[in-house]
């Protein structure tokens, strides 16, 4: 690229990072996700480095992104609020440890690790410990006055202890609990009113209204992460900074770490990525930050963003496409699913061409069409789906999609479910879809755990008629599997093998493999440990099935339904026909972890964290995957992470190896 053509694209990338900042900040409507904006950001970069006389005073690279809105009073900031450079690769993270250990000039350095909010950067200011005024970020120099706002938040106090300096300001985040955006979101349908796209999103919004009333119903969080002032003292570290905002009340981030050298930081983030779905928020990165002020003003700053601190971002979940398709799927209890096909878009590392959009009443509600511009998010793995339209990019060609009245596999009518949400194939016991998902759900790992009977393998059967219900499994021989396609003579013997295990599954796993409504693993196991064997479910009332832990009046209903219909009854009786015996739970022999929530991380030497998990649920304790003030005991074995350190903050109890065998040792039953 030649000076011309690097002039022409840096002209148009400003254009395009400029209307998406309108769009994300101002307008709280974005286009495009945060990995393509990155992107833009980066080529800018690029360019610029590259061709120094390019670089112009307005350039998105030469300022905060982002204008206040000029419905609220203009503030000046303290000092002016800093943007991050970011990282996206192990490899960059190495190359900013090299470049600060330059200036540092010795060896390993002390690194401060805070997850990175996605939510809306605000600074904070008090005077004699009583806070006086918010602002928002703006463009870094300039921001909003949200004073009013701030003060509803219950997280922020408006008076300091008597410890407070004359003035103090402070940096931090305002951000949305997922739990609590899902709440705000669930009000919003029932009132008629559009669901926001994400708890960024409505944060923003939330703490920019001009009512106060409006963002007093709306939950907002703070973390607090930075002082910008404070009078009368100064500190040698960033995590004395941290301290002394935990010591005046302020909140702080519970999983913020201080941690040695660059292979530290490393490891803090990959755990952080590992847990970061278990998280009651969402963060799309983490902050790294030089822990020794005096090295952090030796380094100085680069434009608008410092060079002591960078922001390593996660791997993108949410990007935009376009919906080439809308076709519908038949589960396995006859759900008619939308599907979006989509032109093939990189989401969370994974190439995604699929997306859900639930059902019929969210297709709806979203306004979904064939041709749309889409966001697509892709949490963990959860299948991905699709989040909102882009309705700025409609050309008019876009077709709203027209929901089929029969199944698009057999036929028979489809019709609306007692809940009036999802509508449902009627040809129970003759639809082949619903049959091959049956089946696909029934040999499943946490079903009958069939290893080799797959989607196609499945499919197959059910065209050639050689499985029409579960039982039929058990009755396959080796001719029939051998003319199957791809199936030569040890591959059916591997596939019997493994059918014939599977004829003594533990109880709780058959009750997860007949694919009943609602129930999952954590209720099977109550299932189990309450009914034990398969008659009991046969003469349980709906007053039994209440009465079992965590089992509410919807999935009892569910759950006594299920048991009461006679075509159940003779699929469950036609498999015990077959020789299935489901093995009842072993009785639990109580002691230390009866009625206990445990938790485990690390790597322990005599067991498998499966083995763990099953020695402490067969002595009544429950095994949880994240640490909170509910957490009993943690269980930390080699190569302990994130959660034993929550865990010490919060005085959770915990045990190493050693201590874990003498517990289950003191029951007798230790491994």
């Not at 400029?18 to 990995?35: C, N, S, T």
């Not at 600060?100 to 350095?109: D, E, F, I, M, N």
């Not at 669901?195 to 001009?210: D, E, I, Q, T």
């Not at 490393?266 to 928020?281: F, N, S, V």
């Amino acid at each position: 690229m030649d000076e011309v053509e690097a002039r022409a694209r840096a002209q148009a990338l400003r254009a395009s990072i400029r209307h998406h900042d309108q769009r994300y900040y101002v307008l709280d409507a974005p286009e495009i996700g945060d990995a393509q904006y990155d992107a833009l950001m980066r080529e800018l970069l690029e360019i610029e480095a590259r061709f120094p006389a390019l670089v112009t005073d307005d350039s998105p690279t030469q300022r905060v992104a982002g204008a206040p809105s000029g419905h609220f009073a203009k503030v000046t900031h303290t000092r002016p609020m800093l943007s991050l450079a970011n990282v996206f690769e192990a490899s960059e993270l190495q190359e900013f440890d090299e470049r600060v250990r330059r200036t540092h000039g010795r060896g390993a350095l002390t690194y401060v690790c805070e997850p990175k909010m996605d939510g809306l950067a605000v600074e904070l200011v008090f005077e004699d410990g009583l806070f006086v005024r918010g602002a928002t970020r703006g463009n870094g120099e300039v921001g909003e006055d949200v004073t009013a706002n701030l003060r509803t938040l219950k997280s922020l106090p408006l008076r300091l202890g008597e410890r407070a300096p004359s003035r103090l300001a402070v940096r931090g985040e305002v951000f949305l609990r997922r739990a609590d955006f899902e709440r705000i979101n669930a009000a919003r349908l029932a009132e008629g009113e559009p669901a926001f796209v994400n708890p960024r999103n409505c944060a923003a919004g939330s703490l920019r209204m001009l009512d106060p009333r409006v963002t007093a119903r709306r939950p907002l969080s703070l973390f607090l992460y930075e002082i910008a002032e404070y009078t009368g003292r100064t500190f040698e570290t960033h995590w004395e900074k941290l301290e002394a905002l935990a010591d005046l009340g302020l909140p702080l981030n519970p999983r913020n770490a201080r941690v040695e050298g660059i292979e530290a930081v490393q490891q803090t983030y990959d755990a952080l990525l590992a847990e970061r779905h278990a998280l009651p928020y969402e963060i799309d990165g983490m902050v790294v930050k030089v822990d020794d002020e005096d090295l952090r003003q030796r380094l100085g700053q680069v434009s608008k963003s410092p060079r002591w601190a960078v922001a390593y971002k996660f791997p993108p979940e949410e990007m935009a496409t376009r919906v080439l398709k809308i076709d519908v799927n038949v589960g396995r209890t006859g759900a008619l699913t939308p599907v979006a096909l989509l032109e093939p878009v990189k989401v969370g590392g994974v190439v995604v061409s699929r997306a859900t959009l639930h059902n019929e009443v969210e297709l709806h509600r979203k306004d979904v069409r064939e041709g749309d511009w889409v966001f697509v998010r892709r949490a963990g793995d959860v299948i991905p789906e699709v989040i909102a339209p882009i309705p700025s990019r409609r050309t008019g060609e876009e077709v709203p999609y027209v929901y089929p009245t029969t199944c698009p596999v057999c036929g028979a009518p489809a019709a609306r479910d007692e809940e009036g949400v999802v509508i449902r194939c009627t040809n129970a016991l003759g639809c082949p879809a619903q049959l091959h998902a049956q089946l696909v759900h029934f040999a499943s790992r946490g079903g009958m755990d069939i290893e080799g009977l797959g989607e196609e393998l499945c499919l197959q059967l059910v065209r050639r008629r050689m499985v029409q219900e579960p039982a039929d499994l058990y009755r396959l021989t080796r001719d029939q599997l051998t003319s199957l396609e791809r199936m030569g003579e040890k591959s059916a013997d591997n596939l019997l093998a493994a059918i014939e295990r599977s004829r003594t599954p533990k109880l709780r796993n058959f009750l997860q493999a007949l694919g009943i409504r609602h129930v999952g693993d954590a209720t099977a196991r109550q299932l189990a440990e309450h009914f034990r064997e398969v008659p009991a479910f046969y003469a349980a009332s709906l007053e039994d099935f209440q009465s079992v832990r965590d089992v509410g009046p919807i999935m009892a209903t569910a759950l006594h339904d299920f048991f009461a219909s006679e075509r159940n009854r003779a699929r469950i009786d036609a498999l015990l026909a077959s020789g299935v015996a489901p093995v009842p739970p072993e009785v639990r022999r109580g002691g230390a972890f009866e009625g206990k929530t445990v938790v485990l991380t690390g790597t322990l030497e005599g067991f498998t964290r499966d083995e763990a998990r099953a020695e402490i649920e067969r002595r009544g304790g429950k095994v949880s995957g994240s640490v909170s003030k509910k957490t009993d005991w943690l269980v930390a074995g080699e190569d302990a992470g994130s959660k034993l350190k929550k865990a010490q903050e919060l005085g959770v109890a915990v045990l190493d190896e050693a201590a874990f065998r003498e517990r289950l040792g003191q029951e007798g039953g230790g491994t």
